[in-house]
């Protein structure tokens, strides 16, 4: 199955439909009035949906197994056709729309039994995905035009003894989302923290580096003052998702905030701690631009 663990957990919803297609307004009138031999076909066949979107990952090998969180199914009836339509929501790291799909599918196969032996003709017509939301898809972010500036603060790579790993995680995620950057190494050094802070011109500006428990780590203490806004829910977030992947991000001290309009986040030196911190909030964090935009417009 594909990899979905670095994906953070959204609500997530998809409604699909399907139609069957009777012959005659007898089969109609005999499902309307519950005479049909095999039983009360909507309560069956709606009940045969329910267990179809609760064994979809059994039958489909690529189909992740999911909490499912409600499932509806409505009937429509239009002159000979009925339209099944089947919705499912989740919070979870991945959509719902093969579940809903395969819901209508056997709704619409257990119509197709039970109105066969007194329609010869009935058929299963379209069965296609109506709608969809949850995931990146639902929260698109615009990062045309913007630039980051990525600042990997250590004692050892700035020496030379070390080689970057960190920057170049971040600066591949940025690169993905159609954000352009640039690296800067500097010691583990306040005031060199400070001047970048200061001249920095981009848009994000990332610190790497110096967010951990250590006697150089001081790059929390020498960003926090100057943030004209800290955020607050990036920062718990950040932590978050990395605690549930490795235990010791509960020490790490990962920044966020806003100064002069610019986004400042301060990461993780490790390359592993960085990435997982860039899968935690972006894209989404973008979205700040276009509340500071509108602000700017009131």
């Not at 069957?20 to 039983?39: A, D, L, Q, W």
């Not at 990952?57 to 909490?67: I, N, Q």
């Not at 499932?71 to 809903?100: C, P, Q, R, W």
């Not at 955020?231 to 950040?238: F, H, P, S, Y």
Request: glycine share 8%.
């Amino acid at each position: 199955m594909v990899d979905i663990t670095h994906k953070i957990t959204t609500l997530r919803e998809a409604t699909a439909i399907a139609i069957v297609k009777t012959s005659s307004e007898e089969t109609i009138k005999r499902i309307r009035e519950n005479t049909v031999p095999k039983g009360n076909v909507f309560e069956m066949a709606k009940a045969a949906g329910l267990l179809g979107v609760k064994k979809t990952p059994e039958l489909l090998p690529d189909c992740h197994p999911l909490p499912i969180e409600y499932t509806g199914i409505d009937y429509e009836i239009n002159g000979l056709d009925i339209k099944i339509s089947v919705t499912v929501k989740t919070i979870y790291k991945t959509g719902v729309e093969v579940e809903a799909m395969h819901g209508a599918s056997i709704v619409a196969l257990t119509m197709y039994d039970m109105l066969k032996p007194i329609d010869k003709h009935v058929e299963i017509g379209t069965i296609k995905l109506e709608k969809k939301r949850g995931g990146k898809s639902s929260f698109r972010i615009n990062s045309e035009g913007l630039l980051a500036q990525i600042v990997v603060c250590s004692d050892t790579i700035s020496a030379g003894k070390g080689e970057d790993k960190a920057g170049k995680a971040i600066a591949e995620k940025l690169n993905n989302l159609g954000v352009s950057s640039e690296i800067k190494i500097i010691p583990d050094d306040a005031e060199q923290i400070l001047s970048v802070l200061n001249v920095s011109e981009a848009d994000i500006l990332i610190y790497t580096g110096g967010t951990g428990v250590g006697p150089r780590d001081v790059t929390p203490e020498t960003i926090l003052p100057l943030l004209d806004l800290q955020l607050k829910g990036v920062e718990e977030q950040m932590r978050n998702y990395g605690q549930n992947r490795m235990p010791y991000a509960m020490l790490s001290r990962s920044v966020a905030g806003l100064k002069n309009g610019k986004v400042v986040l301060a990461l993780p030196g490790s390359t592993k701690g960085a990435a997982e911190c860039m899968d935690a909030i972006f894209p989404h964090v973008l979205h700040v631009f276009k509340v500071i935009e509108g602000k700017r417009h009131d």
